[in-house]
């Protein structure tokens, strides 16, 4: 014989192929509703951003049309980073029909490999007002500064904003949040357009997001005639992998600059088994990259006054 495998192989096989597919789309994830998520087919991924254009200019009649140049604005590069494990089941463990316990262990490479794609993911939030990031995430925006800065500027130096603060979580600092952004300029200093439509806090901030968010009247004052203006205004994402418990964002998810690419992930892998051991082997293996290629469509708060 060329190779024999133990008599179990063909009758455990698709109960583990079920049982990785099963954790995977039972596994709720927010990453994805969150960052833009891409595939990608190269060792990195880079932007490179482009500059606005001024407001046109009145031309006399039979006059010349003025032509503005695009000027670049700052490059970001994404480098993909491999992550793995691996499982392995003893022939002794089959032997002995703990089959429970064997089908945990695969099945918990599905979870792992999900819950380290949702941390990296997080990272960018949690050291968001870091310059270089951090964790999972360490990460450089074009500008150099973190991600979260009350110091952004274009290239040219002439434009500077703000995308944070650091009041808690209310309903007048929201609102500030919100016009903040609605009144962002590009770097030729003019009005984008930028549409907030989402708030993420992390679980100790859940409660208070939802009554600022679904109370009809305006939080905080016993003046009932006061209508709340941000009810129903963003989607709510409780984000347990936040690891702050003051800190709030507030995103707009179409204009946003949050990626996330995957350069590789085929799930989990096996059984593989060993000639010599006769240990079945399991493994999962990803390569991936996050960060940000802008800021501007963002806005965060460490929310401790600090």
């Known amino acids: 014989m060329a190779e024999v495998r133990p008599k179990w192989v063909n009758a455990l096989d698709p109960t583990f192929r079920a049982i990785f597919h099963e954790t995977e789309n039972s596994f709720e994830t927010m990453y994805d509703k969150i960052f833009h998520v891409m595939s990608s087919n190269k060792a990195f991924e880079k932007d490179t951003a482009l ?61 792992a490999k999900m819950r380290t794609m949702e941390v990296a993911a997080a990272d960018v939030f949690n050291y968001g007002f870091t310059a270089g990031g951090g964790g999972l995430a360490a990460f450089t925006g074009g500008d150099s500064l973190a991600l979260f800065s009350t110091a952004h500027v274009n290239r040219d130096g002439t434009v ?15 609102q500030t949040a919100i016009t903040a952004m609605k009144t962002r300029r590009d770097s030729k200093n003019q009005i984008i357009t930028f549409s907030p439509d989402t708030l993420i806090v992390p679980p100790a901030l859940e409660f208070t997001a939802r009554i600022i968010l679904e109370t009809s009247q305006e939080t905080g004052n016993n003046n009932y005639n006061n209508i709340n203006p941000v009810k129903g205004a963003l989607n709510l994402i ?69």
């Open 160 to 174: 500077s904003q703000s995308n944070k603060v650091t009041t808690a979580l209310t309903q007048a600092s929201l």
């Open 238 to 306: 409780v984000w347990p992998y936040l690891t702050s418990t003051t800190a709030w964002f507030v995103v707009d998810s179409k204009a946003h600059e949050l990626n996330f690419f995957k350069r590789k992930d085929e799930g989990v892998k096996g059984p593989i088994f060993d000639f010599d051991t006769e240990a079945a082997k399991w493994k999962a293996s990803c390569r991936f990259s996050v960060g940000f290629s802008d800021w501007m469509g963002v806005y965060g708060s460490v929310g401790d006054g600090s």
């Open 51 to 111: 500059s606005g254009i001024g407001q046109l200019e009145e031309v006399n009649e039979l006059g010349a049309i003025p032509y503005e140049d695009a000027t670049p604005g700052w490059d970001v590069t994404y480098v993909h980073r491999k992550f793995a494990k691996g499982r392995m089941v003893s022939q002794e463990m089959i032997d002995d029909e703990k089959f429970n316990m064997i089908t945990r262990l695969p099945k918990s490479l599905a979870t």
